[in-house]
């Protein structure tokens, strides 16, 4: 069961800082109830989503210099495989574990944490989802993985043994751990950019959460930046939903049947209510308070009251910061920082 302050603050992942304990340093200050550790995507391919969940997964490769994840074609599947499934049934996280070349933002946050003694509730982790991971990593023949069966179904055990490293890391510094699965691919759920039914979407990303709750105490969630079947990742085994509701409320409020079952089994909502794009430089801390004012009243008039809105509610940024300035990016911490401390005290008032 989440335990961690309601209305706090957190971050996607991506930012556009090039000083790992730099970006610590101010993601602490500006989110000290739950921190996140930033992905440092200027410092080379190696720091992005899909290369940096590679460490441990079976029969895969990174092309640094073409900034691809393919099969190898040069390792024999079968030893891989298993290699990889060896490790697996003996419930070894430590392969999966990050290296700092791939992951120096994790570290920094990890070493900020004990140096400074930090008494925050929670630590905030990501990894690329699933069903995105083998939509993106291809084999010899430009094929995604994700059209073989075996190698996603690796694929989601061994992402799942990642989050599980991470988050044990967590907890042995007496932290909550928190672990958000980046799923943009699901944008294209019931396209033809992603040709599955939904069970077998269901069936990958319940396999990868189960997995990784096997490992320990975890509050897992999903993150999709765009519009999707959000009744899918609604009815998923999800503690945490995590959306850009500046850009899609009003998308996510038509599926009141699958929001009430939600939360009714103790779901969270992480409202990217901070837009990432050009638009964030057109906004006001008080548009965005407005805003977050008028969603949480219209989510509350489906029947579940304000309190309990409120009480279920984390708030981030729409997207990750990679792409943004760096001083947009800090200004959306500081941003973010003001609308926790506003929105705690809503709740309070109530």
């Known amino acids: 069961m989440v335990s961690f302050a309601p209305l706090a603050a957190t971050g996607v992942g991506s930012v556009p800082f090039t000083d790992p304990q730099e970006a610590v340093n101010l993601i602490m200050e500006s989110l000290p109830e739950m921190p996140f550790w930033p992905q440092m995507v200027r410092l080379g391919y190696r720091e992005e989503m899909v290369p940096q969940a590679v460490r441990g997964l079976p029969a895969l490769k990174i092309d640094e210099s073409a900034r691809v994840v393919l099969v190898d074609p040069d390792r024999p599947r ?5 290699q990889f499934y060896e490790a697996i049934f003996a419930g070894e996280t430590e392969p999966f574990a990050f ?25 905030k982790g990501q990894l690329s989802g699933p069903v995105t991971f083998a939509g993106i990593v291809k084999d010899p023949d430009g094929k995604p993985i994700l059209y ?34 980046d799923e943009p691919y699901l944008t294209g759920f019931g396209s033809a950019y992603l040709p599955l039914s939904r069970d077998e979407v269901t069936e990958i990303l319940t396999d990868t959460l189960n997995t990784t709750r096997q490992a320990g105490a975890v509050s897992l969630g999903v993150h999709c930046c765009g519009n999707t079947d959000w009744s899918l990742l609604l009815d998923a085994p999800i503690d945490i939903l995590s959306f850009d509701s500046y850009g899609y409320f009003d998308s996510l409020l038509l599926y009141d049947k699958a929001l009430e079952k939600f939360f009714a089994r103790g779901g969270w909502l992480a409202w990217g209510l901070v837009p990432t794009g050009d638009e964030f430089q057109h906004v006001t801390t008080g548009d965005l308070w407005q805003r977050f004012q008028v969603q949480v009243g219209q989510l509350a008039a489906q029947g579940r009251g304000l309190k309990e809105v409120l ?13 943004m300035s760096l001083e947009s990016a800090r200004r959306v911490l500081t941003v973010l920082a003001e609308l926790s401390a506003r929105g705690q005290s809503w709740l309070a008032s109530l």
């Open 78 to 82: 079968d030893e891989a495989l298993a």
């Open 311 to 323: 009480s279920r509610a984390l708030l981030t940024p729409a997207c990750g910061m990679g792409f």
């Open 99 to 123: 290296e700092e070349k791939e992951a120096s933002g994790f570290f920094a946050l990890l070493g900020a944490v004990v140096s400074r003694g930090d008494r925050c509730q929670a630590l």
């Open 148 to 181: 073989d069966r075996e190698l996603t179904q690796a694929a989601s055990q061994g992402l799942a043994y990642k989050a599980a490293w991470q988050a044990q890391q967590f907890r042995e510094l007496g932290k909550e751990a928190v672990i958000f699965f």
